[in-house]
């Protein structure tokens, strides 16, 4: 019988961990392979290609390494592969996956997962979460859905989804829209349609720097009043509540918007920045005044994914249209 063909690919994270002695703590050593040894049911459905890109905890992931793992999913599209999986830490995981889904040109499932207990853990998580994302990837109706996390038998979007949960098995959610599937008794079962994607185009340059503060009660400017001078070309805050700064980080922001983008967001982890409800010095109408860009629901990580991408491939000035709420949250 002629199997699809699905690629997969792992990274390293908790999934691929175990410990190497006693009391030592769990680092990455577990290959792709010996990761797929661990679903032999998937041989039965799918002729499954795997490779050990990457044995990394996901926070030393960074954008170079991303853009190979991007050609390498590219390249196995090229060969015919339907799907393509891939396991990393979850850590960096909401950040990876807006990475790839801003650039994932193709109908082709890719999908994103890992594990919140180690390999060698009582109750592991990692095979069956490296089951739910294959059967994800070999589904006829992820196409279209372009990158998506499953972990836990929930499936989230690339763009709503976050960890929410530093420990616990349920680590992930989509604040406010919730999953866009479930696995259930093997099965795939999406929840809500496809939607229309904003896939960018490839980068010309990757030297680009945008700087992620987070505002807090009484803090010093010493940062924000330095970011030109370090060489930053994009800013993103995660701002107070709505979108909201001090009057004194608001002073600075003032002349930063000047020079370079600055996107306000909301430190809250749920829910959007207003645009028209906050008249006081700070408050986003006034951020807005002074040029800054008000993030929507888009989280303050993926607003900084955003805009590097949208810097490296010069389209920085239509940074409004992708912030645009229904560009991210549209309805069915
Ligand atoms: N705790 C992380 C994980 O779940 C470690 C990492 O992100 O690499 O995989």
Redesign the pocket.
């Known amino acids: 019988m002629d199997l699809p063909k699905l690629a997969i690919a792992s990274l390293?994270?908790?999934?691929s961990m175990q410990a190497q002695a006693a009391g030592e703590g769990v680092v990455p050593t577990i290959s792709g392979a010996t990761l797929l040894a661990s679903v032999p049911e998937l041989t039965t459905q799918a002729h499954v290609t795997v490779e050990t890109l990457g044995m990394l905890?996901?926070?030393s992931l960074d954008f170079e390494f991303l853009w190979s793992v991007l050609c390498w999913a590219n390249y196995q599209i090229e060969q015919g592969a339907v799907g393509i999986v891939i396991t990393q830490?979850?850590?960096?995981l909401e950040e990876t996956a807006t990475f790839f889904d801003l650039l994932w040109d193709h109908d082709e499932p890719l999908v994103l997962t890992?594990?919140?207990r180690s390999a060698t853990e009582a109750g592991a998580d990692g095979p069956g979460n490296l089951l739910d994302a294959c059967r994800v990837g070999l589904t006829k109706s992820s196409r279209q859905r372009g990158v998506q996390v499953v972990m836990n038998g929930q499936i989230h979007s690339a763009q709503a989804v976050r960890k929410t949960d530093s420990m616990a098995l349920q680590a992930f959610s989509s604040p406010i829209v919730g999953p866009t599937g479930l696995l259930m008794e093997g099965c795939v079962h999406y929840l809500r349609p496809t939607l229309q994607r904003n896939v960018l185009p490839l980068p010309m340059q990757t030297t680009q720097k945008v700087a992620l503060l987070q505002a807090s009660l009484s803090a010093d400017t010493l940062l924000l009043e330095n970011i030109l001078t370090l060489g930053y070309d994009g800013l993103v805050i995660a701002g107070f509540g709505a979108g909201h700064l001090s009057e004194t980080w608001t002073a600075s922001v003032d002349a930063i918007a000047k020079k370079i983008p600055v996107i306000i967001a909301t430190r809250c982890g749920s829910g959007s920045t207003a645009r028209s409800t906050y008249g006081f010095k700070g408050g986003e109408m006034d951020l807005i005044r002074r040029g800054a860009s008000m993030a929507g629901f888009v989280c303050p990580r993926k607003a900084r994914i955003l805009l590097w991408l949208l810097i490296g491939c010069r389209r920085q000035d239509d940074l409004a249209r992708y912030l645009k709420e229904d560009v991210w949250f549209q309805q069915p």
Not at 12 to 15: A, D, E, F, L
Not at 89 to 92: K, Q, V
């Open positions: 390293g994270g908790t999934v905890p996901s926070a830490g979850t850590d960096t890992g594990a919140m």
